[in-house]
């Protein structure tokens, strides 16, 4: 398990790695649809939180704010453990 900042829940790891890992374009319902259809019990209510607390840190961008979300590649250097969950305590 990897370290995780204050601000970030259990969840944002989850959401994180669906899309680094199926290299996903998605806005909160699909997100939210998919995680569930693959096993993983997280409600709409919290993907749609989430995804802009994470946008907040850089770790996901809404892109054309459309409200289609990706991970950015501070997100991908957090997953690999290139980036110390202390590198993102102050960022907002």
Do not use: C
Request: aromatic fraction near 8%.
């Amino acid at each position: 398990m990897r370290p995780r900042p204050e601000w970030m829940s259990l969840k944002d790891g989850l959401i994180l790695e669906f899309l680094a890992e199926h290299d996903l374009e998605l806005p909160a319902k699909p997100l939210y649809r998919n995680l569930n259809r693959h096993g993983h019990e997280i409600g709409y209510s919290t993907v749609r939180q989430r995804l802009g607390e994470l946008e907040s840190h850089g770790l996901l961008t809404n892109i054309d704010d459309a409200g289609y979300y990706e991970i950015t590649e501070k997100g991908r250097a957090y997953l690999d453990g290139d980036l110390e969950a202390s590198a993102l305590e102050g960022d907002e």
